[in-house]
């Protein structure tokens, strides 16, 4: 911003609103490590953002009124219980120490990114909101990483991973990021890995399917955990598409919590095989789930087999779990630059 622009004093003469995309991630591994004293789950995790992304705008709200949300596309339920305005309310707290004025902001979501789908759509959109927030405010310069980070880990624990702004190694409950180069150009391939999703129309909440992994629902213990390990060592310095593709068998099977999702969704077991004997590829689980994941080659390969699955869908060939339309996209895995290092 220019010193000289009369927003950074008085952010009301903002007149265009501030834009932000909030990406969708996927775990290409998840090893559960341990409980936490807070009570929390301590985990290992590699993550990488995708190209599917919801909308944010802000803009300063009008005189005498409060900070509202306006949503379309997936419902994320009562704007009350939003973590878009929880964030904003988060944020401007930060902002108060530094006495700058915060006046209340208007937003608007568009939701492309399916809900309790172990995707962390609503975190993205927190994410999102510090970073449309402060800007809004012209209070951009005033909190750095370590208060970035603080601040999002304060609102969940896969809200830091997005200030990462690409592939990053998830320690703790969230708030350690290490970034990793990710998906790299190699002899002239491209760098944006296809990918598949296949979300059921049940939605599988993260407290549900760790109280069930703390009940026993659990692999052996470890072996994800080495997965895990290994495979951010080499997606550390960086891996191309081909190369992470020969790793989809090992990362399908990297997830610790599969069991406990297929136990707080039935039918997630009979779904997995039917995906994989039709598009002939290892099926992980992305988060706690219920969302399915393949990788491809390319977007364009990823949008082949999601026009497969549709048909299937179509031909009633496929065994969903709950009630409705399941959602399938194909998308990308995305490299980018992200505020933490």
């Keep these: 911003m220019s010193p000289f622009d009369p ?34 789950h301590a985990l290992h995790s590699v993550m990488v953002p995708l190209g599917l992304s919801d909308r944010l705008s802000v803009a300063i ?3 005498g009124s409060g900070d509202s949300l306006h949503t379309t596309g997936f419902d994320p339920g009562p704007p009350a219980d939003n973590l878009v305005l929880r964030t904003i309310a988060a944020a401007r707290a930060f902002v108060a120490r530094a006495r700058l004025d915060a006046p209340p902001l208007a937003a608007r979501l568009e939701k492309a990114i399916p809900v309790a789908a172990g995707l962390a759509g609503g975190s993205s959109d927190a994410a999102a909101a510090i970073d449309a927030a402060l800007e809004a405010w012209g209070a951009a310069a005033e909190l750095g990483d370590e208060e970035r980070v603080a601040l999002a880990a304060s609102l969940g624990s896969d809200v830091p991973f997005f200030l990462a702004g690409g592939a990053a190694l998830i320690e703790g409950r969230g708030e350690r990021l290490t970034r990793l180069h990710g998906v790299t150009a190699h002899h002239g391939q491209p760098t944006r890995a296809g990918v598949l999703l296949v979300t059921p129309p049940v939605p599988a909440h993260t407290a549900a399917v760790f109280a069930a992994w703390a009940g026993g629902a659990m692999g052996d213990p470890g072996v994800v955990r080495r997965t ?5 060592s080499e997606f550390g310095s960086g891996l191309s598409v081909q190369a992470l593709l020969e790793r989809a ?15 707080v969704v039935p039918g997630l077991v009979p779904l997995r095989r039917a995906l994989t004997r039709l598009v002939h590829r290892p099926i992980g689980l992305s988060g706690s789930g219920p969302t399915l994941w393949a990788l491809y080659a390319s977007a364009e390969e ?6 497969v699955v549709r048909q299937a869908i179509a031909a009633g060939e496929l065994p969903f779990p709950g009630d409705g339309e ?4 194909a998308t990308t895995i995305e490299s980018g630059q992200g505020r933490i290092e």
Excluded at 249 to 263: E, H
Excluded at 302 to 307: F, R
């Design 61 to 63: 709200a009008a005189t």
């Design 228 to 232: 895990s390990e290994h495979f951010a």
């Design 7 to 40: 927003t950074a004093t008085d952010p009301t003469r903002r007149l265009a609103p501030v834009v932000r995309l909030a990406p969708a991630k996927l775990n290409l591994t998840l090893a559960v490590v341990g409980r936490r004293d807070d009570g929390y």
């Design 249 to 263: 068998g090992v990362l399908a099977s990297a997830n610790d919590l599969w069991p406990a999702a297929a136990q």
């Design 326 to 329: 399941p959602f399938v996209a």
């Design 302 to 307: 990823a949008s082949a087999a999601a026009d």
